[in-house]
T-cell receptor, first 115, second 118 residues
Framework: AQSVTQLGSHVSVSEGALVLLRCNYS??????LFWYVQYPNQGLQLLLK??????LVKGINGFEAEFKKSETSFHLTKPSAHMSDAAEYFC?????????????FGAGTRLAVHP | EAGVAQSPRYKIIEKRQSVAFWCNPI?????LYWYQQILGQGPKLLIQ????????DSQLPKDRFSAERLKGVDSTLKIQPAKLEDSAVYLC????????????????FGEGSRLTVL
């Protein structure tokens, strides 16, 4: 069964530092992978998605993620953190079955950015 | 383009009471999802509709939860009777079909309905 594991429930970085949020997936077929961001009291917003095209995917707000099949990973990075990046980030894998798809989410990583 | 609309945003009830949440997906989106997000956890799928039919309700606690999408557009999720452990954010999402009937991977989420059961 497809699943995702996010390593580290909390990550804290300084403003201007590299952001690295880890996600490993488990899938028996080539996966579609997603990163969503959730700001306080809001729904989930898509950051970026991998759908078997380029392995390096660029998203909104300067984020990017690299699909590495050999490592079954899809880590999210941003070269320089901004205070506004403080939020919860969810990695998700798309499960296709019987012509329908659904997203299976990881437990999330809360990113804190301090001055 | 209007996004996924949900109401109410917040609801506080006592255990054993009932509650209903409403969702209106993005126009033209055939697939609608209800997810439950408990504090500190990732969203968990409760039920998925394709038009007005249920395609996955394997994780819906059917003894107390029910959902419908009668006309294939908006949807209602009901909890009766509520338990303390039902305190969570209930997220509605929708998705569209690509050309040729293939499903798109991306889901579009509403802002959620936060339920507190006392």
């Amino acid at each position: 069964a497809q699943s995702v594991t996010q390593l580290g429930s909390h990550v804290s970085v300084s403003e201007g530092a590299l952001v690295l949020l880890r996600c490993n997936y488990s899938s028996s077929v080539p996966p579609y992978l997603f990163w969503y961001v959730q700001y306080p009291n809001q729904g989930l917003q898509l950051l970026l998605k991998y759908t078997s095209a380029a392995t390096l995917v660029k998203g909104i707000n300067g984020f990017e993620a690299e699909f590495k099949k050999s490592e079954t990973s899809f880590h999210l990075t941003k070269p320089s953190a901004h205070m506004s990046d403080a939020a919860e980030y969810f990695c998700a894998v798309s499960v296709f079955s019987g012509g329908y798809n659904k997203l299976i989410f990881g437990a999330g990583t809360r990113l804190a950015v301090h001055p | 383009e209007a996004g996924v609309a949900q109401s109410p945003r917040y609801k506080i009830i006592e255990k054993r009471q009932s509650v209903a949440f409403w969702c209106n997906p993005i126009s033209g989106h055939a697939t609608l999802y209800w997810y439950q997000q408990i504090l500190g956890q990732g969203p968990k799928l409760l039920i998925q509709f394709q038009n007005n039919g249920v395609v996955d309700d394997s994780q819906l606690p059917k003894d107390r939860f029910s959902a419908e999408r009668l006309k294939g557009v908006d949807s209602t999720l009901k909890i009766q009777p509520a338990k303390l452990e039902d305190s969570a954010v209930y997220l509605c999402a929708s998705s569209f079909l690509l050309a040729g009937g293939r499903v798109a991977g991306e889901l579009f989420f509403g802002e959620g309905s936060r339920l507190t059961v006392l």
